[in-house]
């Protein structure tokens, strides 16, 4: 199949050889995308990861579009405005105590390169310079180099390869393996004294939607501190309640030294991003000699606009309502998943908060299984937003998703089961 309409853009993740004519939207309401040939789609993954409240949330739409009207750009150094300082002070509120410094980028993995420059920095301006980075196994930290280098290698990474840095890398503690993953995460902080260790809390997301409990998270992070390395959560899929608590450490009660969100920061509106740290972190930065300066920066660091967005976002989570939302997504994806944790076509069925996920059985699996596209192929046809990860089906739907949309939604996945397993 080729592209019916010849288009010059170059998508991301996209093999154009094998891929059938694009869907064109032209609209979106809650839970709904709208194509130009008029279907309405379900978007089950919150258009990767990031609208949490649905698509257009008029609070938030009537939040850029004052904000537009206004102030839409200025340089960040040397000067700041109040969407900025209204989110960083909201969203101080909203983390552990503990995390003081609010850095602005626009995009998960700038926040991530961001949390591992800051990490760096901190080990050079207090005198300890420490370049080793500790990751966990089947990481996503996104697409960058840096956050590439942190992140699993694969069939993603074979040709930059050579460009990414060397990293330590700590085993996924799968059901029965915990201990072994402390273990070596111990080990590896005695032996190699990394400078942080990274890692996606309770979720690893485009690694899988692979799931860990929060004690295993307690512990890495024990660990961390008694070794003295600095521990960094990229909350950036995992933020903004997808795992049942607005982040994922509060479930471990665990403040983590530099932390990164992004995605739902803006309610998915708008790109924008935040890493988030320790007082001490800044004050390694803080000195009259301009070299101990943190050198970073993007053109449009704390755009206004998206700033408003987001403002308007960290609104809507002052509202209990949406906390309850946000439960009983939760709740309602549970009783949808049920049926399909006794169906033998269906391995290692799994859910944290508002997230599910399941292998289809298969004859083979990873990314690139062929079922993948199949899968994609069948979804679009019920007029379903899913992109399964190879065998891995998941579903991360908006919190304005309906219990009558979860039942589509899981309805075609049976569908796949009875075509394709
Ligand atoms: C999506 C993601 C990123 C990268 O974010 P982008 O905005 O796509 O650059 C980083 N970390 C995690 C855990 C993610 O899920």
Redesign the pocket.
Known sequence: MMQGRRSPIWHPFTQHALQGEMTRIVGGEGAYLYTDDGRRIIDAISS??VVTHGHCHPHIVRAIQEQAGKLNQVIFAGYTHDPAEDVAAQILKFTPSGLDYVFFSD??????EVALKMALGYWLNIGRRRTNVAVMQHS?????IG?MSVGARGVFSTAYEPLLFDVSVIPFPAVGCEQRTLDVLESVCRTKSPACFIV?PLIL??GGMLMYPARVLKEMKRICESLDVLFVA?E???GWGRTGTLFACEQANVTPDIA?Y??GLTGGAL?L?VTLCRADIFKAHYSTDRRRTFFHSSSYTANPIACAAARANLELWQDGELRERVRSIANLQERAIAPLRIDSRFDNVRQTGTVTALELKSADSGYLASIGPSLQRLFSDRNLLLRPLGNTIYVMPPYCTTAADLDEIYAGIREAADLLA
């Open positions: 990767w990861w995009s998960g993995s700038t926040s991530v996503y930290h996104g697409d960058t956050a996606e997301g485009a990229d950036v899929m995992t990164c992004s995605k790109p991003a």
